[in-house]
Structures are given as C-alpha cells and as structure tokens.
C-alpha cells in the first residue's frame, strides 16, 4: 500500500501542522501508513509547540505531480557493460524492447544504450572477425564446456581451420592474437598450440589426443569445445563480444525517477528514441520507459487538512487522488473524480474535528498528540477567544487537558509569545507567515495575518511593510492585499493594505477613516470577520 501524504495549507499554521501530524498518527495506529508534510516554512509560533512536544518537524512537499517513480515501467532491465551481445538481444526478446541501457560493471551506473539498430550494423559490418569477449562470454553463447582455462580475457581475429592441415600450417600465420576453430585434426591443433594461440575452439564435440592436452597446459592455451558446426561457431562466436562495443554513450536520452511526467512525456514525444533508461539519484539504472507506460501511471495519494481550495494547496495537486479533504473553513471550488471522505465542520479548529476521529476509531491518545491537539485548538481560536470558537471546540480542549495535565493558559502565552516574536524574521516572512489566497469576480484577493502579544514590533517598521506589500501588488497582480496584524492582548487587528484595496477595507468594516495602520476593534478572526465582510463588498461593487 502505498504510503498517504497529509498536509495543510501554504504558510501552514500552527493548526494546520498539528492536524496534520496528528491525523497521520491515527492513520498509522489503524495500519495505513501516512506521513505529514508543510508546504512552507513553519511560523514560530508551531516552532515552539513542537520543539516543546520534541515531535519531528513534518519534512516540506514541493508538490504532488505525477513522476517517473509513480509510472509502472519496466524495472530492473539492464545490461552489464561486459555481457555478451546475444544476452542483450535475449533481453531485448524477453521484454519486447528494442533498446536496452548498459551499465558499469564495478559501480552499476549508465554507461550508454544499444538498440536494434547498433546490433544489426555490428553483425553487417566488416568487423565479424574481430572477437573482443571473456571467456565466459564464449563458454555462454556457444554452449561449450570447458577443457583448459588460463585467462578471462579473449580478444583477437577469429580463424576456421578450413585447409587441408599442411596447406594450413604452412600458409597461415597464427599468433597470441588467434582464435582458432578446428575439428578432429591433431596436427592442426598441436600447430596452433605451439604458436601459443589465445584460444582453440573444438567443434562437434571432438576428442582432444592427451598430448595435445598436456601441451596446452605446459604452453597455457584456452581450450573449449562444443557440439556446434565451424560454421554455426563462427556465426555465434561474434554474438559472443562485449555488449559495450555496441554501446552508445553520447547521442541519447535518459530520465531520473524523479523527473516529473509531464516532461518526459514532451520530450519523449519528439524523440526518435522508443525506449528511455531510468536513473536512480545515485545514477543507477533502476529500468526503462516507453510513452506506452504513461497507460499505468499511481497518482500520489494525500488528504488534505485545514483548507479546501486548489490554490490555498499543492502544486499539481490536480495530478494526485485525494482520498479525504477534513476542514473547517467554507467550501471552494475543490473537484474530485470519485467520491471521498469529506468532513467539514464548523468548529474553530481542525484539531477539533481530527480528535472526534480518533473517538470515532476508539484509538487512544498518547501524550504528545494530546498536546498537539490542544495547540491546534489554542492557536486557531486565540485560547477560545476568536468568535469562531465554538463550545465544541472548548468541551474538545477540557477533555484532552484531562488526558494529559498541562496548564493550557500557561501553554498558550508561551505560544503566542514565541508567535509574536519577529527576530530574525523578514518583512516578507512577516507578511506570508499566514497567508491565504482567493479570488472574488475574477479579482485576486491576498490576505496575511500575523497574531501578536506587541503590535509596535510591527509598526515601527510600517514604512517598510507599506512599501513591500505595494511592491507584492503590483508584481503578483493583486486587487487588494493587506496584511492584518492582529492584537491579541487588545482583542483587534491593525491593517496595512495596498493603496487599491482602501476604500473597499473602509467599507468591508464601516470605517469612518482609513489609513495605513487603522485599528479595527474586535476583528481578529479572517475566516469570519475579514474575509466575509471583504467578499461582500467586492461582490456588491463589482
């Protein structure tokens, strides 16, 4: 089975980071492996909440797009580079493709690819005498046994002792470098030994006199024999070379598991190439591809939490199966193709709804998930004082706090001080530590929020937010941006907000004035007090 991917939003929230990490918890207890993941840098506010559970930081999803891993191509199909031809062409046969990568003997790497066509000009070339092969390579493509053994390396010009033997010993010059095929001629056989041939190749299976032998072995000579004709050894010995000969390591093209499918698909698609080696991240040869294996291709798997909307999500999530979506916000514009699990609930957390899951299951809680849940509730519901608490959000909170005994007040100022810190934090940091995106009447509407203990961090460099979000604007085509920097001690929000967006923001919350770095009483919640109220006015100006 394959393994399920979890994740929140862009920016993720503290919330968005425990749901996650929580649910994939669950998943695992009922045996169905899972992982979570963040689309983005975490704020410090969930910093703190995992580095104070010591529970691993979930690792970063680039996206979920469709790669050569997830395409059912065939695995494991390669040639060494010091195989025979034949075995290259049994391959080829045994798997009906017409191109087979060849790898490094020593580190298994690519080390080119031989298709029909190089097999085809070797064997028509002028080069058939030319044996460049091991021993065992010979031994394999002639059936042959084994009569004297004395090196592994075979190379030189293949020769058929086709004369009458005195006409052949006195006409033909052997050396170190020949290969000779005899049959029963003794004299023959002892002439090629005593010139110390590289080999002697004895055909239909012929008796070797015993001095000739005992002369091979005094002068080192390879002897094979086999049943097969001159004729058919001839023929089948040039099968016998080094599959390398044959390699082309220049004029192809090759993939990485983790290149992504659409790419293959345009390059293969313009290629005279039919057949692609797949390589490893190490560059190991882990099999080959063909446009025809894009047939079978296993989308990722991922559940998403905390959001609904295609672009609050993963790039190339319209390439992945969602299998559950479990969320409190409203409802967007997210399409399936089969019907999955959808909860959405309207509660103030999502930590909320992934604890009835886990009452659901009848899994118990261990305490570090215990934890994790509360800071998704705390975090989201600014220690249930945002008006989209709700009392089962709070009943949620009483009933984790009696599995694990933490002081959740205490808990949640550590949280939100650590939340409001901006060290080290740029303005652009700042801006998109929870950033959400959506569009109303075709305008691209962009809304931060950061949730502080001391707001005058933020002022102090209000020139500089001003001036940054006016730039992000303008080069991201934004109607309105704004960045809401939210006063949890004084139960508000300041606004600053791209020159655009000002009268539509007056509007949206009935301001008798506005100005970068107004204060808007007892609006801390976007989901309910920012963004409906913003949506309403777009829809009625537009």
């Known amino acids: 089975m394959k393994e399920i991917l979890i994740f929140g939003h862009q920016n993720p929230d503290t919330d968005s980071v425990t749901s ?4 994939a918890n669950l998943k695992k207890q009922l045996n169905i492996p899972a992982s979570p993941w963040v689309l983005g840098n975490i704020n410090n506010e969930t910093k703190f909440v995992l580095d104070y559970l010591k529970v691993k930081k979930p690792k970063f999803l680039n ?7 997830d395409v059912n191509y065939l695995k494991d199909v390669t040639i060494d580079e010091n195989n025979s031809i034949l075995n290259v062409l049994k391959c080829m046969e045994k798997n009906n493709i017409n191109t087979i990568p060849i790898t490094e003997t020593k580190t298994k790497r690519l080390a080119g690819i031989i298709n ?15 044996i460049q092969t091991s021993y065992t390579n010979l031994i394999n493509a002639l059936e042959a046994t084994k009569v004297t053994h004395f090196g592994d390396e075979i190379k030189g010009n293949l020769l058929v002792a086709a004369y009458e033997s005195q006409t052949f010993i006195k006409e033909i010059t052997l050396s170190s470098d020949s290969i000779l095929i005899v049959g029963d001629r003794p004299d023959i056989q002892e002439h090629a030994i005593n010139n110390n041939i590289q080999l002697l190749i004895i055909a239909n299976n012929f008796n070797i006199p015993e001095h000739i032998l005992k002369l091979a072995q005094k002068n080192k000579v390879n002897i094979i024999k086999t049943a097969f004709d001159s004729y058919t050894i001839a023929h089948l010995a040039l099968f016998s070379n080094y599959a390398h000969q044959l390699s082309n390591n220049e004029n192809f093209v090759a993939f990485h598991e983790n290149d992504y499918v659409s790419e293959f698909k345009r390059i293969a698609q313009d290629s005279k190439q039919l057949h692609f080696p797949v390589l490893s991240n190490e560059n190991t040869v882990k099999g080959i591809i063909a446009l025809d294996n894009l047939n079978h291709v296993n989308r990722k798997q991922v559940i998403l939490v905390d959001h609904n909307e295609a672009n609050q999500s993963v790039e190339g999530l319209d390439e992945a199966e969602i299998l559950e979506i479990i969320d ?15 909860r959405n609930m309207i509660v103030g957390s ?18 570090a998930t215990a934890v994790l849940l509360m800071a998704g509730i705390i975090s989201d519901t600014l220690l249930l004082q945002s008006p989209t608490t709700t009392n089962l959000d709070k009943k949620v ?14 808990l949640a100022q550590k949280m939100f001080e650590a939340g409001s ?27 931060g929020q950061f949730k502080t203990t001391n707001p005058d961090d933020i002022k102090k460099d209000l020139a500089l937010f001003k001036e940054k979000i006016e730039a992000e604007a303008a080069n991201k085509n934004y109607y309105i941006f704004a960045l809401f920097v939210t006063d949890i001690i004084n139960n508000g929000s300041y606004v600053i907000y791209n020159d655009s967006a000002a009268d539509i923001i007056k509007k949206a919350f009935a301001l008798e004035k506005i100005h970068d770095w107004v204060f808007i009483s007892d609006k801390i919640s976007r989901k309910q007090q920012m963004i409906p109220r913003i949506i309403n006015i777009i829809e009625k100006t537009h």
């Open 20 to 23: 996650a990490i929580a649910l």
């Open 63 to 69: 996206d979920v797009k469709q790669q050569i891993k």
């Open 116 to 130: 029909l066509n190089n097999v085809l000009q070797f064997l028509t070339g002028n080069n058939f005498r030319n």
């Open 328 to 342: 409190h916000h409203k409802i967007g514009n997210m399409t399936t193709a089969y019907p999955i699990n959808f």
């Open 350 to 367: 999502t930590c909320s709804i992934i604890y009835h899951l886990y009452q659901e299951n009848n899994v118990k809680f261990d305490p």
């Open 397 to 410: 909170l009483e009933e984790l706090n009696k599995i694990v005994d933490v002081d959740y007040q205490d």
């Open 421 to 447: 810190s901006t060290k080290n934090m740029s303005k652009e940091e700042i801006i998109y530590s929870d950033f959400k995106t959506f569009t109303v009447r075709n305008q691209l509407i962009g809304l």
